[in-house]
């Protein structure tokens, strides 16, 4: 037999497997699948990676209506962001702010239905839960025996917030309410006099001319005619004056058709007054304002003409009442005011002044604090201030040979700045046609003896092909007409014909002797096809057909 080997330690060898992975497992993110995700325009760096179809997806965002894609640039349609418009019924808009001042909350009027939930509560959410979210329209006399009034009456008339009055001390209150508001009136009134005095304001006085001022239906003179329709829709050339008002002792410097009627015509003289004429009926003057203690430059009727405005050479600028004659109210210009326009929306006057900024003022305002905003940016005198896109923006110009476009409320730097060698200064600019602040065109009077033609739509250019010549207006802001339909242009010149052009072809149609001097201003008029006013420095207004 062999002999038995002898069993030995044994060594174990543990063996390691090392695996190598080219990608570590990531997780999916949730929703990733779900529903697409956006890309942001404006983003430089994406921290996944979105698909084809989402990379060239159409934008969206919010709508602006004022703009032709109806996407907002920057997503922004204001300074301050974007702002979206709601419908709000009035009745719930007032219901919840009477809740709002009474009992020191409110809801947003669009989620009424979630009102017992307070999700959309602001203010004192105890008194809501109090209340249980009822209104004021909802409350009942119970619920007015609960609350604890804790401070007078008239402590909670100030806040805003709603009493127990009985109806003798609310009587009571609102007459020393409103002998306070008097009081403050007249005090107002009394500084506002003397500070007139002190600056030298001249005080006004007006003269009515016609034999009375409201007929047996209580019509006043300044309303017009019911009888009063667009005549035709196609405009014709005027062939002779068929009417010459001569009140004026000196020159005269502006004419105003009124607004949408034109049956009245306001004038500006350089004898120190403002006539308003009647066109229709007596054309005769109805009515003089007498505010100016030098010549008088120009004239701007409100929106509905029930209001105007006026700037003269001596450095004063007022804001009249049309049918009473009663100047609501006057400012100290920092310079001689050339020209003035009267925004609609919110009536603010604009005044382009020898100091070389444009001022806005608000007569709603009665302190001297009416001076809301300065338009700073021109090397000359303002001589012109228009409107366009739709009230939004403001065109300018100056001795200085530019044009600058502003946004309407900021004046501190414009939105674009047109300057170029060759530019002469524009003293007279026309919108045409006016249909709510959007003109199409912008007809600039040029001292070169041209009229240039600027286009206001998205891109605000020179309009290369269409350029009026053929007058003498070097050294005179004469005015510049167009017929309703655009079919022709109309300017004075500095030896007192009427020149008509042809809108298409720009071509000269007719030249006719209107003044003796110069022929400063030509309107046409804006229901009648073919009436047109002019006036002159020889002190003559003419009516043309």
């Excluded at 409107?387 to 004046?411: A, C, H, N, P, Q």
Aim: aromatic letters at 10%.
């Amino acid at each position: 037999s062999a002999p038995a080997q002898k069993k030995g330690p044994v060594k174990v060898v543990k063996s390691t497997t090392i695996a190598v992975r080219a990608a570590p497992d990531v997780g999916a993110m949730a929703g990733v699948g779900s529903a697409p995700r956006m890309v942001a325009n404006q983003s430089k760096v994406v921290n996944y990676n979105p698909k084809y179809e989402a990379l060239w997806a159409p934008e969206e965002g919010p709508k602006n209506p004022f703009y032709a894609d109806g996407i907002t640039p920057g997503m922004r349609n204001t300074l301050g962001g974007s702002i979206e418009r709601t419908h709000i019924a009035d009745f719930h808009f007032e219901e919840q702010n009477q809740t709002f001042n009474t009992f020191g909350f409110a809801m947003d009027p669009s989620a009424a239905a979630d009102a017992s939930k307070g999700s959309d509560v602001v203010g004192d959410r105890q008194m809501w839960a109090e209340m249980q979210g009822r209104s004021v329209h909802q409350v009942s006399k119970r619920d007015a025996k609960k609350r604890k009034i804790t401070d007078s009456a008239a402590d909670k008339v100030l806040a805003g917030q709603g009493t127990a009055l009985t109806e003798a001390e609310a009587e009571e209150l609102a007459k020393d309410v409103e002998a306070a508001e008097e009081a403050e009136a007249a005090r107002a009134e009394i500084e506002a006099a003397k500070k007139r005095v002190e600056d030298g304001v001249p005080e006004t006085q007006t003269m009515f001319h016609a034999k009375q001022a409201s007929d047996y239906q209580g019509r006043t003179w300044i309303d017009a005619p019911p009888d009063i329709k667009p005549a035709a829709d196609q405009s014709y050339i005027p062939k002779a004056c068929v009417h010459t008002w001569s009140g004026h002792t000196k020159g005269v410097h502006a004419i105003r058709w009124f607004p949408k009627s034109g049956h009245l015509l306001l004038s500006a003289s350089m004898d120190c007054k403002v006539k308003i004429w009647d066109v229709y009926n007596s054309r005769k003057c109805t009515r003089t304002y007498i505010g100016h203690s030098k010549p008088v430059r120009d004239i701007c009727f409100s929106d509905d003409g029930r209001q105007f405005s006026s700037v003269g050479f001596d450095k004063i600028v007022r804001y009249w009442d049309t049918e009473t004659g009663q100047c609501i109210q006057s400012w100290k210009s920092k310079g001689i005011p050339y020209c003035v326009n009267i925004h609609p929306g919110d009536d603010n006057i604009l005044v382009g002044a020898s100091n070389k900024n444009v001022l806005q003022f608000d007569p709603r305002i009665k302190t001297d604090d009416s001076l809301v905003q300065e338009y700073v940016q021109h090397l000359g005198s303002v001589n012109s201030i228009t409107f366009i896109d739709g009230y939004r923006r403001v065109v300018t110009t100056g001795d200085d040979k530019k044009l600058f476009l502003w946004e309407y409320g900021i004046g501190t730097a414009p939105m674009k700045h047109v300057s170029e060698p060759w530019m002469h200064s524009m003293p007279a600019v026309t919108p045409a046609p006016l249909d709510n602040g959007s003109p199409k065109y912008l007809l600039c009077q040029s001292l070169d003896n041209q009229i240039l033609v600027y286009a206001t739509g998205d891109r605000f250019k020179l309009n290369k092909k269409k350029h009026f010549v053929g007058h003498t207006i070097a050294g005179y802001a004469c005015q510049v007409g167009v017929s309703p339909d655009m079919k022709y242009v109309i300017s004075g010149d500095g030896d007192g014909r009427l020149w008509l052009w042809d809108w298409k072809s720009t071509k000269v149609y007719r030249k006719l002797k209107a003044h003796d001097g110069v022929c400063i201003g030509a309107v046409w008029h804006p229901l009648e096809p073919s009436k047109v006013a002019t006036c002159g420095w020889d002190g003559l207004i003419k009516f043309w057909d």
